[in-house]
């Protein structure tokens, strides 16, 4: 008998006995980086998706080299048998999955149910749903966790199923370069989610479920997609075609893309390129330029920006505490304005705008007009969608219930942001790179944009930033984002979390808002112009040290600086020529140098520069701790090396103390009289040649600033009139701008006018219970009601498609021909149909008709008549089977109204008289051939008078020969009043009858 094996913990590898403790047989595995070599596919499907997970797992071949884990909506009070089904369409493993264990290729893993399932590090761990049934997205949530941790080696397939759960999911695994691939929609059973998620534009594949491992395989077995290079581009014909691809997407979406990190384009571009399977780049750039479709294609997967209602859940709490401060800060009728950069499809300007409304009822400020939130970004299809404040209902997951209540509304399958909320929003298109910024904000919140661009562009950026806020304004970053260098503009008020606060300084003077972005060529060589630019030269090694030392003890102290004049490098010890002052560090020589040598330096440094040679001055005085000593100040302009060219090295030389200097001289010349005197001498020409030098240059630029002063005056000049020009244009922009707030008022009016009228329609649309959907000339839907998504399967995302490409449960088929008969005839048509579901709906189609009398489409109402359908088939029913006892009555029976005439005989009536119904019905008695009974008519116009009621009456007719007839009259009793009929029976009396 076969020893039972024991569970093994997949996370520690230990045997575990039953009942006992762990017994470490193996050693325990730490919960390192596991290197996932492979690709890792995500599958997610809800009801219907069995079917196309057997018709997929029948096509991947045993060893694809993949790990594939699936995610499905299951009912968690049952056991799962996913597992067991589908093991009999594929060789691979497939087993449910367990809480820590490492994904193996060639592998497949079931969701177990009511379980969260997400990976790390290649592991698989299992959570419990922290939402309840109904409102969990399994899907999105694995999808984002298989991004992250995957990256460009994960893929993301979405099968048949109802909602929207795995639309987020694919975005995220977009963003990190993976590959997203959806069942048709024509191929299942359900397609909301697949139909979700073809709506995001970021889907690669729409695919028959048979097809998807083929294309699974193709795409990462391309080249492009097993290289692991990430190294810069360096080859030209690679740099050549890259700046083609940016030239097309110029040309077509009016953007440059050039500034992008290189990184980000060229990933992006390899996986079009695997998509298409395309041998490389030159390829590609071909087939770009034969398919403008493919051009909008990489330019939104260049644009994916991934976002979500409140991403990073913790920094918009922490956002809250400064956000209060400014508010409370503000003046009564101040106003409050933000600006969110690439806000994508509106999510995070809505959860600011949440955010912003919350604190302002926190401190009672009602006035929500005030409040000016200007959400931008480059893609005009997102600002669209944005502008619309509509989204699936899977962002249930990241937005509390309260605040769903509170600023959404549910309809359909999706969350519709109040007006409030939205009103507080202004939607543009605005490319931050080059277009003007939006000034005097709040709060200014960029997120996940600076990460995709090259350094030379943030460095722009940023003071762009804090220039556009007020003073203390707040800036919010992406957690993988930061001011970089720029420090000394802003505060942190949580590192972390990415929120800074403006500081009061002026921004760098020479902040370039014209952003001339450069192309991929070889750089040229640049100045160093920082001293960390210049200490990267420094290599440690040996001769370099000592070199260092011997530089430091023997060389005179000197410096090297730029042509501004800022100090780059200092040799030795500066500190007796130069001396800093209180407040900010300015390490600039201009500033810095002391008073006794701060004029020669200049003259010098302009002597140098002008001439691009070496200056020396000799003798120049200075005085050190109370004792003048002479200087000789050399400056170089540098050529060589090519590094540092253009920068200039000066270099201090103390000679002594003056009196020294002089006593030296003396010792040396025999202490004569006639030496001092010629010393004195060489002493005045000098200070003859320095006061001639001081005077031509003060007679330089007294021309100088006479010129100056000249072209100041013709600019003031020019100001003036442009002054004046622009006062007459703001007196004309005030009366314009009056017009328009009085236009304003009346959109505004129109607009509430308009409100009150949908709502006035929306409502009277519910209460009637009629499913309309109205119909463009084309027969493609523009509109429809709520009730008319049970009669036809529609969703929102089905505007503008066919009517005749959608199901429907009425039994029409000659609907179309019907639709185009009414929009040519222009007629009216009703027509009483069945459904599937064993109803009847009353079908009327009108002409669609505009206030200007336009036909512009049709109208199809459906109304409910199941009821009165079933009323008129039972009273038919009692009719057919009141005729039938009376038509089995031997007397002949006959009903009349007041006016004799004859409403209906029964069958011995016809057989007595020999007269069909069609001869009598409708016709008054007594005026009918052959039924002529005198007798009878005198005795019913008596009875009229009082009360019918003949028992016996003796009746003859020529039709019925030699019988005699006996008569029976009675008023037929009826609760209709203005409708009495009067029931005739006759019979043949048989005791009379001649033999």
Known sequence: MKKKKEPVNPIYKTTLKKGSRLTKKKSIVPLENNNIDFPVVGIGGSAGAFQALEQFFTNVPAGIGMAFIVVMHLDPTKKGMVPELLQRYTKMKVRQALDGEVIQKNCVYIIPPAKDISILNGRLLLLEPSKPRGFRMPIDFFFQSLGQDQRDRSAAIILSGMGSDGELGIKVIKEFLGLAIVQDPGSTEFNSMPLASISTGFVDYVLQPEEMAEKLLNYFHHPVIKSDDTSEVVDVKIQNALLKIFMLLRTQTGHDFSMYKRSTINRRVERRIAVHQLSGITEYVNYLRENSHEIDVLFKELLI?????????????????????????????????????????????????????????????????????????????????????????????????????????????????????????????????????????????????????????????????????????????????????????????????????????VSFSSMDYSFTLPRYETPPVQTLTTVNDLLKMNKNNLPEVFQNILLEKYTPPSLIMNERGDVLYVNGSLSRFVEIGTGEPNMNIYKIAKTGIRYELSRLITQSTTNKSTQIREGVVLNINGTDHILRLTCSYIKDPSPLEGLIMIIFEDLGVKEDVKSTRLKKTGSKESDIILELEKELTKTRLQLESTIQQMETSFEELKSSNEELQSTNEELQSTNEESITSKEEMQSLNEELMSINVQYQLKSDELSQTNNDMRNLMDSMEIATIFLDNNLLIKKFTPKAAEIVKLIPSDVGRPLSNLSLIVNYKSLEKELKEVLLKLITKEITVPSRKGKWYSLRITPYRTSENFIAGVVLAFIDVTKMKQLENSLSDAVEYSEGIINSLPDAIIVLDYDYKVVSVNQSFRKLFKISSEQVVGFNLFKTAGLHFPELKRKLDAGKKSKIDITELELKSKVAGSKTLMATVRQMPTKMKEKKLIVVTIRIDKQGRKE
């Open 305 to 505: 920006g991934v976002t979500k209602f409140f991403r990073d859940k913790e920094a918009f709490e922490e956002l809250e505490k400064p956000l209060l401060s400014l508010l409370e800060s503000k003046q009564e009728n101040e106003p409050v304005r933000f600006w969110v950069a690439a806000c994508s499809t509106g999510e995070e300007a809505y959860s600011l705008a949440i955010v912003l409304k919350e604190c302002m009822e926190k401190l009672n400020m009602s006035n929500s007009k005030r409040v000016q939130i200007f959400a931008t970004d480059l893609d005009a299809a997102a600002i669209e969608k944005a502008r619309t404040g509509i989204y699936f209902d899977n962002l249930s997951g990241d937005v509390t219930e309260e605040r769903l209540n509170r600023f959404f509304i549910h309809q359909n399958n999706h969350y519709i942001i109040k007006k409030e909320i939205r009103e507080m929003i202004i939607f543009a298109q605005h490319n931050i790179i080059k277009d003007s910024p939006f000034t005097k904000v709040d709060l200014l919140s960029c997120r996940n944009l600076m990460i995709y661009l090259n350094s030379e562009l943030q460095k722009k950026l940023v003071p762009l930033f804090h220039y556009s806020l007020n003073k203390e304004g707040l800036l919010f970053l992406g957690n993988s984002e930061t001011v970089g260098i720029y420090s000394d503009l802003f505060n942190p008020v949580n590192n972390r979390l990415r929120i800074f606060k403006r500081k009061d300084v």
